[in-house]
Every structure is written in C-alpha cells, then in structure tokens.
C-alpha cells in the first residue's frame, strides 16, 4: 500500500506540470507578500513535505510542496472554482495563482508548485521544518549552486558517473532513475551529492523521463531554489550528522 503511494504521488507531479500562472491583487490581500520573507511551517509526512500553515481561500488542507511541478494543482474534492485564487501565507501576506485540477486519490488537497512562486525563492529547511519563500534570492555562501533551465536540478554522481536529476520534493525516495529497456527495479548504487559521500544507497529504476531526486536525500541538506535566476544551492545540513 506504501508503494502505491509513492508512485501515485511522484506521478502526481510529473503528469500536472504546465505552464506558470500570473499573480492578480485582490482585496484585502495583496497580489504579493509585503515582507522580503515568509516562514511557513511544514511536517514531513512519509516522507512527503505537507505544507500545514498554508491556505487557499482561506480554508485549509493537506497541500504538498512541489518544487518541480511547473503549475499548482487542487483536487476537485476542494469544490474551488476554476479561475484565479489565494494562497494565503499569514494573516498578512497572499499570493494570487491559477491552478490546474488532478484527481490526488486521497494523497493530498493539492500540490503547490513553482508558478506560486513566480520569479522569487525558496528554501527547504527539512530539520526546523520550514518552507521559507525569500523576494530577495537565495544566499550563496557555503552553498553548492547548480544552474537549471526548465525544472530545478543538480549535478550528482551514480556509481562513478556524472549526471543531472531533478529536485522533487513530491518525491519521498532517495533517487528515481529512467529504467530503459529493463524492468522497474530497486539496487545498490554509490551516491555523491554536493561534496557528500552517501556511499551505497538504495535507488529506484522507473518509468520517469529524467533522475529525479526525492526527500530521502534532499533532507540532508538546506534546499534553495531560486525560480527567477533558476539556480539551485545545496548547503550541507551538520545538523543531521
């Protein structure tokens, strides 16, 4: 049932990602947060990263953080309307987006996704649990930055061989690779990331376009994903040991 799950919720997120939304104001709230950051709280639920403290309309649910999914989507069990809606951060600060529809099948309310975003960024700090959307970019120092140009990725090493998987935080494995011509399987492979030595690790072989790497592994360090300057920074979090 576990792994049902999981390959529900990664195809989830392969199969909705569209093209960006636009930001609209609307009464009370502006069309972007006031403040240049935006702490929101976040539990890791098998292996998933649920955005608690967020809300669309004001009202609440279960809501995925979908750093690759291009476009938000919500599950039409929410009965919202088609057209333009409020992501709601704080009491303060809001985010118009225009969501696609998908059926979650129980996994979530919805997926939020970069067009949310928009040209700013954020950071995934998986031990304080916190989700924070910064207007200013992502801070560099100490930081292993990677270039993207569609979905946000980094460069790693599988066994010896260099190569270029996409962060996704919907996700909850360590690393899925495309399986070719073989059968969907699971093996041993030696993982570098960002400096660090993971050494053998247990990695999946599936039907996905591109490496996609999941929380197994990105929660091992602090996440940053700037969408409007499309570079990803991994600091290694000492916190974990």
């Known amino acids: 049932m576990y792994s049902k799950t999981i390959r529900m919720a990664t195809c989830a997120a392969v199969l909705v990602a569209a093209s960006c ?25 098998k292996n998933l ?12 649910g279960r809501f995925l953080f979908g750093s690759a999914t291009q476009q938000t989507v919500l599950d039409p069990k929410l009965r919202i309307v088609e057209g333009s809606h409020a992501l709601q951060l704080s009491t303060r600060d809001a985010i118009r987006f225009t969501p696609a529809s998908a059926d979650m099948h129980g996994i979530a309310d919805g997926i939020i ?7 700013h960024a954020v950071s995934i700090d998986y031990f304080a649990g916190l989700v924070t959307y910064q207007k200013d970019g992502i801070y560099r120092e100490l ?6 140009t569609s979905e946000p990725a980094v460069r790693l090493s599988v066994d010896g061989d260099t190569i270029d998987a996409i962060v996704d935080t919907t996700s909850p494995d360590t690393l899925t690779l495309p399986r070719g011509p073989h059968a969907a399987v699971r093996r041993k492979a030696r993982i570098t990331l960002a400096g660090a ?5 247990d990695v999946q072989y599936a039907d996905v376009s591109a490496p996609r790497i999941g929380n197994r592994l990105l929660s091992h ?10 570079v990803v920074g991994l600091w290694r979090d000492p916190r974990f040991g």
Not at 222 to 230: A, T
């Open 221 to 230: 360090f602090l996440v940053s994903i700037d969408y409007g300057r499309r």
């Open 197 to 201: 030595d993971f050494g053998e690790v």
């Open 21 to 45: 939304g636009t930001f609209r104001s609307m009464a009370p709230w502006r069309s972007q947060p006031e403040h240049p950051e935006v702490n929101l709280a976040f539990t890791l639920e």
């Open 113 to 119: 996704g970069a067009d949310v975003w928009g040209s």
């Open 49 to 60: 990263v649920v955005m608690q403290s967020v809300s669309v309309d004001g009202r609440k």
């Open 143 to 148: 930081m292993n930055v990677y270039s993207f």
